[in-house]
């Protein structure tokens, strides 16, 4: 009886395995490139995006005096902020998402007192008031400002004190 | 003798049409990925160039002034896209732009830039290099916001009999491509005392409170120089939007004067304007169209009026 043995091992056979080799090497290269390209994208993106964020609030802050929000309009006052105003802001639900910032936060700095966050039953005797608070925000800028409230001691007048604004703007929407 | 003819066909090996096939899908792909990137990328210069073009809108808000001008310049001709959202407490005001691509085709607008805190009145889509802005502040009483005007190079407007507040606005704050006398050809025409222009202005007895209407479009009505401008630099359609957004920040803070007054009332400062402030809040958040104006305005005036009068000032 004869016995025929095929032999599977062609040289066209040996070819086609190379190319699928060299094409599986290429797959890898080109991957290897793309994450390269994107993670390098990706990081000047991100760059970018926070250097607007900073841009954002730096020129943000130096407006948010004179915003119809904050703004002491009883008399013409410029980088003034009207306390009595702000700590309602606090309160109010709504505003947190209209200025586009992360944090914004409003502190008396003079006269220097122990630091206490402000509420409408221990104000005016506390030092910050807290408008817009979250875990994640970037390096706040901050600005000088006059803080202005109405005081019912004597018959009444509007007081001054020297206070400070931070903020921390928001990515690109 | 015969001579055998060489029948040998030319032989294209295995080899050679894998390589071809697999070389054009790799070449196939290569191009396309790098037109999708560089598509993605100025996508993204033009979505930065929206964000970057409000933050730089900021300084030109206006504070204590009665108004502000200035000029943006872009390094190429590029296309500014206004939108207005009434979604949301406040609405928004979005900012697309758009540049030429290389091949010097207008791109597709790019992914909008938000502010709720902007209010921009010009015609939908702007196109050019240079850009005119200027800025009003919005009372009512109280100020509710920075209104800015925007004009591009190409847009040119001839005030005719303007009444002197507004000529002064034009001189003061040198106006761009803002005509009160010697009109070029191209401008468009806005008459304050005949009709028949591009915009006719009809004012209540000489002041500056009224109507508006371009040719073939809506009527629209404007009760202070900031609205009149924004009436005369926005289509129908962005000036009724916008109006409503500034009409929902009035309500809001007209809501937070009134917890202002409340508060302030246990401290020796009674303003008696809760009742006034509560139905204007009201008011106000009902406000459609700017035929309301008018009504919502004599509110506002007698609480400025109140206002005024007290010795510890709400605003």
Redesign the interface.
């Known amino acids: 009886m004869m016995v025929y043995h095929a032999s599977y091992f062609k040289k066209a056979q040996i070819k086609i395995q190379q190319m699928a080799f060299v094409l599986v090497a290429l797959l890898i290269f080109f991957s290897i490139v793309a994450l390269f390209y994107f993670s390098i994208a990706g990081k000047g993106l991100k760059e970018s995006a926070s250097s607007l964020r900073e841009a954002e609030a730096k020129e943000l802050i130096r407006k948010l005096a004179s915003s119809p929000e904050f703004s002491f309009t009883a008399s013409t006052c410029a980088n003034c902020i009207d306390l009595d105003k702000a700590l309602l802001m606090k309160y109010r639900e709504s505003y947190k998402e209209f200025f586009n910032l992360e944090f914004l936060q409003i502190e008396k700095i003079y006269p220097d007192s122990k630091k206490i966050e402000c509420d409408k039953l221990n104000y005016p005797d506390c030092t910050t008031i807290t408008i817009i608070d979250s875990n994640e925000f970037g390096s706040p800028k901050e600005a000088f400002v006059s803080l202005c409230r109405w005081e019912q001691e004597k018959s009444g007048y509007f007081k001054c004190e020297l206070g400070r604004i931070y903020a921390s703007g928001k990515g690109i929407d | 003798m015969i001579k055998m003819k060489n029948k040998k066909a030319f032989e294209i090996g ?2 050679l049409i ?2 071809i096939v ?1 070389g054009a899908v ?1 070449i196939f792909f290569a191009i396309y ?1 790098t037109t999708k990137l560089i598509k993605t990328g100025e996508e ?1 210069q033009s ?2 160039l929206g ?2 073009l ?3 809108l ?2 030109i ?4 002034e009665t108004g502000k001008s200035d000029k943006i310049k872009f390094p190429e001709e590029t296309r500014l896209f206004n939108d207005c959202k009434l979604s ?3 609405g928004a005001q979005e900012i697309s732009t758009a540049s030429k691509s290389l091949n010097g085709e207008w791109q597709k607008p790019s992914f909008p ?5 902007k209010y921009l009145f010009s015609s939908s889509v702007l196109e050019g290099k240079t850009y005119f802005i200027f800025s009003k502040p919005f009372e009512m009483p ?4 920075s209104l800015i005007y925007i004009w591009d190079q190409n847009q040119a407007y001839c005030f005719i009999d303007a009444p002197r507040e507004i000529e002064s606005d034009v001189e003061d704050l040198n106006l761009n491509n803002i005509f009160t006398e010697n009109c070029t050809k191209e401008s468009k025409k806005v008459c304050f005392s005949t009709s028949g222009c591009d915009i006719d202005v009809s004012l209540d007895l000489g002041r500056i409170k009224g109507s508006l209407k371009r040719k073939n479009q809506e009527r629209v009505y404007f009760e202070d120089s900031a609205l009149l401008y924004a009436a005369i630099f926005s289509s129908p359609e962005i000036y009724e939007c916008q109006l409503r957004r500034l009409m929902k ?1 009035t309500s ?2 007209s809501s ?1 004067y009134y ?2 007054t409340i ?2 009332s246990q ?3 009674n303003s008696n304007l809760e009742a006034d402030l509560s139905v204007f809040s009201n008011k106000t958040f009902s406000f459609n169209n700017s035929l309301q104006l008018r009504d919502i305005n004599l509110y506002a005036e007698e609480i400025r009026r109140k206002n005024d009068g007290l ?5």
């Open positions: 295995f080899n894998f390589g697999v790799i990925a993204i979505t930065e964000k970057e409000g933050i730089i900021n300084p808000e206006t504070a204590f949301g407490t406040f830039s938000s502010f709720r805190n109280f100020k509710v916001a920040r809001e803070l937070l917890s202002k508060f302030l401290k020796r400062c010795s510890c000032k709400l605003f």
